[in-house]
């Protein structure tokens, strides 16, 4: 079964440091993969997607992510945090195939940034 | 270009009781997917519409039904409410594109069971 692990649920970074959001994901097809960032009280936004073209990916905000298929990870980074990064930020696997319709969500990060 | 909304913003109901979440998809999508996002928690797939169909499901008992109408708005109603579904729901829009799957979520209905 398709899963996504995502590695420590809060992460504490000083602004201007570098942001480094693990993301792992199990997938026994070709994968598409996504980071979305929530805000409190807010939905979810797409930051960046992962659909088989380019491995490293490049999104909103400064952000980007590569995609390691022999190490099945799509980390999240960002060079310099800025303290309106400052929220949760969601992995998610679409599977593919029959399943191709939803989406697989880790548990979550807090990112919180320290002035 | 409007993007999801979702109604109402905050509900409170007691065990026992239903409740009926809307939700109004983003112009020109005609998918409408729904999850439940607990505290602390990651989203979980419940189902999704597509041209009023259930196109797929998660694992949720049918107390947790839906509806999806020919405007591609979309209801989710969930009978016998118990302590647990307590969370945050969210609506999120798509076109049907095989694979590749982009959902716009809405900013969700945060609803507590008492």
């Known amino acids: 079964a398709q899963s996504v692990t995502q590695l420590g649920s809060h992460v504490s970074v000083s602004e201007g440091a570098l942001v480094l959001l693990r993301c792992n994901y199990s997938s026994s097809v070709p994968p598409y993969l996504f980071w979305y960032v929530q805000y409190p009280n807010q939905g979810l936004q797409l930051l960046l997607k992962?659909?088989?073209?380019?491995?490293l990916v490049k999104g909103i905000n400064g952000f980007e992510a590569e995609f390691k298929k022999s190490e099945t990870s799509f980390h999240l980074t960002k060079p310099s945090a800025h303290m309106s990064d400052a929220a949760e930020y969601f992995c998610?696997?679409?599977?593919?195939?029959?399943?191709?319709?939803?989406?697989?969500f880790g548990s979550g990060t807090r990112l919180l940034v320290r002035p | 270009e409007t993007g999801v909304t979702q109604s109402p913003t905050h509900l409170i109901k007691t065990r026992g009781q239903q409740v009926t979440l809307r939700c109004s998809s983003q112009s020109g999508h005609n998918t409408v997917s729904w999850y439940q996002q607990a505290l602390g928690q990651g989203p979980q797939f419940i189902f999704q519409y597509y041209r009023e169909e259930e196109n797929g499901r998660g694992n949720f008992p049918p107390r947790f039904s839906g509806l999806q109408f020919p405007n591609y708005s979309s209801e989710l109603n969930v009978n016998a409410l118990e302590l647990d579904d307590s969370a945050l729901y969210l609506c999120a829009s798509s076109l049907p594109s095989g694979n590749y799957n982009e959902q716009f979520f809405g900013p969700g209905t945060r609803l507590t069971v008492l």
């Open positions: 992962y659909t088989s073209a380019a491995t």
């Open positions: 998610a696997v679409t599977p593919g195939g029959d399943s191709s319709y939803k989406l697989i």
